[in-house]
């Protein structure tokens, strides 16, 4: 992968985003895609507000979780009129996907191929009282499914680490588990930073976000 999809940062130099596409028979529409994905992606991390809640059932061998139901709410009016001033900085096609690079100001970046950073080591993260989200995915057959489940399943951790009410609850699902709460998360997330890495020993993927206090 190239350099710059290790690591984006939405910083007062630029704020950076990777979208993603699938490698289709038309290969402008996967680079179209790419880009259209990246630019929605930062126009939804520059602040929106997460809500739903995810339950969790006790069993005997310990806690299980039941899904969530999660909205990423937006107002889309500004959409438009936003992606037309992003800068397209660099794409790349690799392992059946294409991957883009946008920003707000035209930039700079190393285009050099480099394996997987060492997954960072989360309580380097939550000892500085930063906001962090860890979304991890199996490699499925088409990757770019497997990175897409992270993006999103960090912003949702991420939107629990800021937030949640607990709603508890007693009643048996079946013989096996038993519901004991609802998870609840109402904020406004705003993601400052991304860190992505591939687990060499398994192929699961990791995307980690940290979001503003």
Not at 27 to 50: H, P, T
Request: hydrophobic content about 40%; proline content about 3%; aromatic content about 12%.
């Amino acid at each position: 992968m190239p350099e710059w999809f290790w690591e984006t940062t939405n910083s007062s130099r630029g704020q950076q985003s990777v979208g993603y596409s699938k490698v289709y028979e038309d290969i402008y529409s996967s680079y179209q895609e790419a880009f259209e994905d990246a630019a929605w992606r930062l126009y939804r991390d520059k602040g929106c507000w997460v809500r739903g809640e995810r339950a969790q059932a006790r069993v005997s061998e310990g806690v299980m979780s039941l899904g969530n139901n999660i909205s990423f709410e937006v107002d889309s009016a500004g959409f438009d009129q936003f992606s037309q001033n992003l800068a397209r900085i660099d794409s790349f096609a690799c392992e059946g996907m294409v991957i883009a690079l946008i920003s707000t100001q035209d930039m700079e970046v190393s285009r050099t191929l480099k394996p997987s950073p060492t997954i960072p080591i989360i309580e380097n993260f939550t000892s500085k009282n930063l906001i962090v989200g860890t979304g991890i995915s199996k490699p499925y057959h088409y990757i770019v499914s497997s990175w897409q489940e992270a993006e999103i399943s960090s912003r949702v951790e991420a939107a629990f680490a800021k937030h949640t009410g607990v709603r508890s609850l007693d009643r048996n699902l079946d013989d096996y588990a038993e519901l004991t709460m609802v998870i609840q998360t109402d904020t406004f997330l705003k993601i400052t930073k991304t860190y992505r890495a591939i687990e060499p020993e398994t192929g699961f993927v990791w995307v980690i976000v940290i979001a503003e206090p």
